[in-house]
């Protein structure tokens, strides 16, 4: 395949793992909303919140501008699009939301952002270990202002099953194989996304839990 073939397969997956990933945590953060009986406008500030939380907090970091939701429009209709027509089918037929439901959307989101915010962060040329903490908090902290916009506790820190670990193991796995391996960008990212949402699905399957603190 040419390489100019390859180049555009790339960017359109990069832009496919954003939309994915956007809408995936949109998801996640309706859902959210509809459990804890918010109006409309409770459940569209939670969808926004953690679709475009932790990546604009990431562009801040990295001085980058405008913000990626700026620059692509797009993005913003497609969540508020996804908010309408979720409390629609909501109304017309309720659905049974569970905490699994929302932790499924939340992990398919984790992998992708947190891959496309190492690789954004590896394109401006920072080292490995600062971009892996800029992807960590484009994947995580969607999910941090959304609980605390629901007034809990933050799922990330307390109920000590990996959350922030998976993000870590994943986002060191696309930069070792961006730096030092010859598998194209598109590639790497897949992988890294599916180690990523790989670990976080296991985690809540097996319901594997860090050990406790103890006085």
Not at 18 to 36: D, N, P, Y
Not at 67 to 86: G, K, R, T
Request: hydrophobic residues 55%; neutral net charge.
């Amino acid at each position: 395949m040419p390489i100019n073939d390859l180049t555009l397969w790339g960017e359109t997956l990069r832009i496919m793992v954003e939309v994915i990933g956007t809408l995936a945590f949109a998801v996640s953060g309706v859902l959210s909303g509809m459990r804890k009986r918010m109006d409309v406008f409770g459940v569209a500030v939670l969808g926004f919140l953690a679709a475009f939380g932790g990546g604009t907090l990431r562009d801040i970091l990295l001085d980058i501008r405008p913000f990626f939701w700026v620059s692509q429009e797009i993005m913003l209709w497609l969540v508020f699009s996804l908010c309408i027509f979720m409390m629609f089918a909501n109304n017309w037929r309720k659905i049974h939301i569970t905490p699994s439901a929302i932790q499924f959307a939340d992990a398919l989101g984790l992998g992708l952002f947190v891959a496309a915010g190492v690789q954004a962060a590896l394109a401006t040329g920072i080292p490995m270990s600062v971009a892996v903490i800029m992807g960590i908090i484009t994947g995580v902290f969607g999910g941090v202002m959304r609980d605390i916009a629901c007034g809990e506790m933050p799922t990330a820190f307390f109920d000590r099953r990996p959350y922030a670990m998976c993000a870590l193991v994943g986002g060191w796995v696309h930069a070792f194989l961006a730096v030092y391996s010859v598998l194209p960008s598109w590639l790497v990212l897949l992988i890294s996304a599916s180690t990523i949402t790989g670990l976080r699905i296991c985690v809540i399957v097996f319901d594997y839990r860090l050990p406790d603190w103890h006085r």
